[in-house]
């Protein structure tokens, strides 16, 4: 009976050589580099700016302005894409007072506004921008490259 009690202790007490053990605060297929890259911390997730762009008080261009604004519009939220402070823009598909997003990948709100006030649309007050502090996926920071992959014409 001692035999069989030292036999189970023996055993219990053993670790197979070939299993790691993990570390409690890293997840299987964690990638340390790519969180690195991206800037993310340890729930990767990073700080950004997003900016609601919102119907401003100036909106009665005649068509061919408004088409000109949109092309200027469009042609900033490009530059700001391939300078790598614009992450992701887009525009919501109702006619509400809120008429799309941007989220920067910039420290402050000021920065944000900054690069905001660059925007022909809001220059010319067709749109105004709200802007706030805002916590979310590090992996956001693909969505340039992925997009790219996926999208047969450009804007």
């Not at 200027?72 to 887009?90: F, P, S, Y």
């Not at 008429?99 to 006030?117: H, P, S």
């Amino acid at each position: 009976m001692y035999l069989g009690i030292i036999i189970l202790f023996s055993a219990c007490g053993q670790v197979e050589p070939q299993k790691e053990i993990q570390a409690e605060s890293e997840k299987p297929g964690y990638d340390s580099i790519m969180a690195m890259k991206l800037g993310a911390d340890d729930y990767g997730m990073k700080k950004y700016v997003m900016a609601f762009l919102k119907r401003g008080p100036n909106r009665d261009q005649d068509s061919a302005a408004a088409a000109q604004l949109q092309r200027a519009h469009l042609d900033n939220i490009m530059r700001m894409a391939e300078e790598g402070t614009l992450v992701l823009a887009g525009p919501f598909l109702d006619s509400g007072e809120i008429r799309g997003i941007y989220i920067f990948d910039v420290e402050t709100v000021e920065e944000a506004k900054a690069l905001t006030e660059t925007d022909p649309a809001i220059q010319s007050g067709r749109l105004v921008m709200e802007l706030h502090p805002w916590y979310g996926s590090a992996a956001l920071m693909k969505v340039s490259e992925l997009s790219e992959q996926i999208a047969k014409k450009s804007i």
